[in-house]
């Protein structure tokens, strides 16, 4: 209420007057009202106001400004506006060097004046919303304006404010200063201090909270934002309770005894699981009891337990040199659900001289330890002999309780005598040798053996072979299959009973490979050496014929009947090689001599099932004279068409009509003598493999996958032995039958490999599926079954992502340019280590690194043989490394897409989550308030977001493409 000491000039220009309100409260006001005269030019000067470290500030003035109509005549100049300016200065050391600079130069006041209100910067000029007028005044209405402005951004210590007149009634009645600040804060058991906003009105200043009260932060440290208007928002991450403390109303306490925490995700402390103790307070863990046990993967609200008791109810069955042992689960299991059983098997010696396990001859069906099911059959036991075996069940913990006596179920056992027992000796990829020894006491002399094997899972068909000896070779089988053979003798009494089955596998077709290379090699080098003598007598021979007069012409060497020639091209007998139908002269002709012409009347089209480059593509039956009626895909040539058209539409009929192979889409024949032109091949039900995995995503099993891409596999091992390359593998070109059998199918891109099967073919021109294409095809147009290779691995990619677009939404120029940086298609979620890694073979730079078909189809075989191999799954590093060098690429709206979670993408946008940086800060609480509720989504959604964060927080440098 004192004197403020603000400067005016001119000095007869504003007053400052002591009065009061309307409610005769005393104010101080700074008054001007010099209306009367012409050129007013009055100013008003504050104090120094230190700003405080704020940037932007808010001046609030309230005032009163008199009506000039109300004002009586005679008035000189009336204004009803006023100005207001402010000028920054550090202080009073910028006012000793101006006062110094004036009087070095020896300025006048009024020089002195003009130059410090040149520095001054407008604000604004300020209008009243209301004004008095002389009635007002005798009636002691105060009409009070208040006008606020903001002030910013300041980088000084403080400034001055200054007001000018020219030619107003006004009376300031209050200049409130101020700024805004966000309040010191504790959320979340995180403490955030009193921060000042930034100078620009939109700015957020984040500030990192600090966790208090004996907690930690839950993934990364806890942030807020301070806005302009000093509120907190956005909060990003919390603290929770560190292990062995529990949140109650906002502060972590400890866990009592008998209670515990461990994980972070946890909200309170959980009383100890059974047969587990906490004995002091804060526990992050209980220990067992005695007696009981835990293992590093049990999760810690897991009981503890014990090793099972023995198996109950052991029973055998014998028959002959085999023994079915089976058994019922222990009665106590320990509290475990891995219970798995153990077979110690000894052989009873002569005489009582003791017990000596089992040989390793002795075959257990399916294994000795770790049976999960409660029975086993074992066989190649010798005949006429006691054995005793000792059943032991174990779990989890067996392996801990060193001080835990193994419990057994025993039985003793005596065979029988034994029947023919059948043994393999050498085996190929389509035969197998078999041995076996005469009964021991037959009902008479054995005239002959009856051979009986089938496919296994396929006993209704089979085949039965005879024998005079002990030992034959069963040829005519299929690689890496597993077969059942039975035995039998006649006598003269009649057959007596087959043999209990035996089961042998062919070998795959890379090991047969394998195995016959080096025979191969040794019969390379024999040819070699014959051909080489050969030629030297056909020499001596030539010399020797030249003493004669005339000429004896040869007899046909009979190996030249073997021998065929077809349209210009060696065949040999066993040998199939593809013929380029455009080396036909007449490309009709080829059409005719690979396809069957197929009468129009055998044929009923029933509906449209889709549309292909040349015209509509139909299905319906086909009822050939003397076969079953079968449903077939009509591809049609629509009307109007060219002569070359029509060859080109043919081209692929011809092609196809040289395969026969069950992954290799079949062909029916073709209807060319009648219009609409067409192509009949066999119906797959389910239609085009990309969009069959689109429509049941998630819904196979790893096996059932593995075998879709083992299918395609043995379709291009087929084509590769063929000398043939197809040019565009990918999943839209497989299609899958009703038993999803896959099959190769379009071979509309393809091309004939030379001789040399390194050869490639190069093509003048045509599109290119760039994101399924080998880096050399790309550049080079150089398409070798290596090339079709690459493409088998994008494949297998669209395959285990169930039908994701390879490199998402990438352009073919960021395609090609990743792919020559070395980056190659992160692992697909839940994606075989095992299968990713073949499919980075596939991605070798160098075409003569990647592997074969005929490994790919072994190694395929393989896995399917032993699932177990298929149970750890791709890193996520892997993953990660190559999508972090796309992460500028990708949207939020691309991202749900690529994690299934599209459906969310305009609520993240609502909720201001429009960046990947924003969306990696999000806990399941914002997913909550953005409106994802259910838990399912919300784990999926968060899972990823921790990895997002994880190697957002390891990439120190952006990897740009």
Not at 1 to 8: F, K, Q, R, S, T
Not at 416 to 428: D, F, L, S, Y
Not at 557 to 585: A, C, Q, S, W
Not at 708 to 728: E, K, Q
Request: hydrophobic content about 35%; overall charge negative; proline content about 5%.
């Amino acid at each position: 209420m004192g004197d403020l000491g603000w400067v005016a000039y001119p000095k007869n220009g504003w007053e400052e007057i002591g009065e009061v309100d309307e409610d005769y409260a005393p104010i101080h006001t700074y008054q001007v009202c010099r209306v009367m005269e012409q050129n007013q030019n009055n100013w008003l000067h504050t104090n120094w106001i230190l700003t405080e470290g704020a940037q932007r500030v808010f001046i609030e003035l309230k005032f009163t400004l008199r009506d000039c109509n109300s004002l009586p005549g005679g008035v000189g100049t009336c204004k009803e506006t006023f100005n207001m300016y402010y000028y920054e200065t550090n202080g009073d050391e910028e006012e000793i060097e101006d006062g110094e600079m004036r009087d070095g130069t020896g300025m006048t006041e009024e020089e002195d004046r003009l130059m410090k209100e040149s520095r001054y910067i407008k604000i604004d000029t300020i209008a009243a919303d209301e004004s008095f007028t002389e009635l007002d005044l005798g009636d002691r209405v105060m009409k009070l304006n208040t006008e606020v402005r903001d002030l910013g951004p300041l980088t000084r210590k403080g400034f001055y404010l200054a007001f000018q007149d020219l030619g107003a009634c006004i009376a300031l009645v209050s200049v409130r200063v101020f700024y805004k600040r966000c309040p010191f804060l504790v959320k979340s058991l995180a403490e955030f201090p009193d921060t000042i906003p930034g100078s620009e009105a939109s700015q957020l200043v984040e500030v990192v909270g600090h966790c208090v009260n004996n907690s930690l932060p839950l993934y990364e440290p806890p942030r807020m934002h301070c806005s302009t208007e000093g509120e907190w928002l956005v909060p990003i991450g919390k603290c929770v309770c560190q292990p062995g403390f529990e949140e109650i109303n906002g502060s972590c306490k400890v866990c009592k005894m008998g209670f515990y925490r461990s994980l972070l995700d946890s909200l309170a402390c959980s009383k100890c699981p059974p047969h587990s103790v906490a004995r002091q307070t804060g526990a992050t863990s209980c220990s067992c009891e005695d007696g009981y046990y835990k293992i590093d993967s049990d999760p810690p609200n897991m009981a503890c337990t014990r090793p099972p008791s023995a198996p109950r109810n052991a029973i055998s069955n014998v028959n002959e040199t085999s023994v079915f042992l089976e058994w019922s689960v222990p009665m106590e299991t320990g509290g475990r659900k891995d219970v798995r059983y153990n077979i110690l098997c000894r052989r009873v010696l002569p005489d009582g001289r003791g017990l000596e396990e089992c040989g390793p001859n002795v075959r257990f069906l399916p294994r000795r330890v770790a049976l999960s099911n409660t029975s086993v059959m074992v066989a190649d036991l010798q005949s006429h002999t006691n054995y005793s075996f000792l059943l032991e069940a174990v779990n989890g913990v067996s392996e801990l309780a060193k001080d835990h006596a193994k419990q057994y179920v025993s039985l003793n056992v005596t065979t029988n005598q034994a029947g023919i027992v059948v043994r393999k000796g050498h085996t190929e990829k389509s035969s197998i040798a078999l041995s076996w020894a005469e009964p021991d006491r037959p009902n008479g002399i054995i005239l002959e053996y009856e051979i009986k094997y089938f496919e296994k899972e396929q006993d209704s068909s089979y085949t039965i072979i005879k024998s005079k000896e002990t030992e034959m070779v069963v040829e005519g089988l299929k690689p890496s299959s597993v077969y059942i053979f039975q035995v039998r003798a006649r006598t003269s009494a009649g057959y007596g009973a087959f043999s209990r089955r035996f089961e042998f596998q062919t070998s795959p077709y890379c090991e047969y490979i394998t195995a016959t290379s080096e025979r191969t090699q040794a019969l390379i080098v024999a040819v070699a050496i014959t051909l080489a003598l050969v030629l030297l007598a056909v020499v001596a021979g030539f010399l020797l014929s030249g003493r004669r007069c005339g000429y004896s012409k040869a007899k046909q060497d009979p190996e030249e009947e073997k021998m065929h020639f077809h349209n210009g091209h060696i065949k040999f007998p066993g040998v199939r090689t593809y013929i380029d139908p455009l080396t036909y002269e007449d490309p009709n002709q080829a059409v005719h001599e690979f396809a069957q012409e197929i009468d129009v009347s055998f044929i009923s089209i029933e509906r449209i099932i889709g549309a292909g480059e040349f015209g509509e593509v139909c299905s319906g039956p086909l009822r050939l004279p003397g076969k079953r009626e079968i449903q077939v895909a009509i591809k049609t040539l629509k009307a109007g068409y060219t002569e070359q058209q029509r060859r080109d539409f043919l081209w692929e009929a011809s092609i196809m009509g040289q395969f026969n192979h069950p992954n290799i889409i079949r062909l029916e024949g073709v209807v060319t003598k009648s219009k609409p032109v067409m192509i009949i091949t066999e119906y797959m039900e389910n239609g085009s493999l990309d969009t069959f995995l689109k429509k049941n995503d998630g819904q196979f099993t790893v096996i059932q996958l593995v075998g879709m891409l083992r299918g395609i596999a043995s379709g291009m091992r087929y084509l590769s032995d063929m000398g043939y390359v197809h040019r565009d593998l990918a999943a839209r070109n497989i299609l899958v039958n009703s038993n999803l059998v896959c099959k190769v199918s379009d071979f509309g891109l393809s091309r004939v490999l030379e001789d040399d099967p390194e050869a490639a073919y190069t093509t003048r021109g045509g599109k290119i599926p760039i994101r399924w294409t080998a880096p050399e095809a790309i550049a080079y147009r150089k398409f070798t079954s290596a090339s079709d290779v690459w493409s088998y691995g994008i494949v297998m990619w669209e395959v285990m992502s169930y039908g994701e677009r390879p490199y998402w939404e990438m352009s073919n120029q960021d395609v090609i340019k990743a792919i020559e940086e070395s980056y190659r298609l992160p692992g697909p979620m839940d994606c075989p280590e095992a299968l990713y890694h073949l499919m980075m073979d596939c991605w070798q730079r160098e075409r003569s690194n990647r592997p074969k078909f005929d490994e790919i189809v072994c190694l395929l075989d393989k896995l399917i043989r032993n699932p177990s191999s298929l149970k750890k799954l791709v890193n996520s590093s892997h993953r990660w490394d190559l999508w972090v060098c796309f992460f500028c690429l990708f949207t939020v709206g691309e991202w749900l897409d690529s994690i299934k979670m599209g459906r969310y993408t305009e609520l993240f946008m609502e909720g201001g989550y429009s960046s990947l940086e924003t969306v990696a800060q999000m806990t399941s609480e914002d997913l909550r308030r953005v409106g994802v509720n259910l838990a399912g989504h919300q784990k999926k959604i968060i899972t990823n977001i921790q990895e997002m964060r994880v190697h957002m927080n390891s990439t120190n440098s952006t990897v740009n493409i």
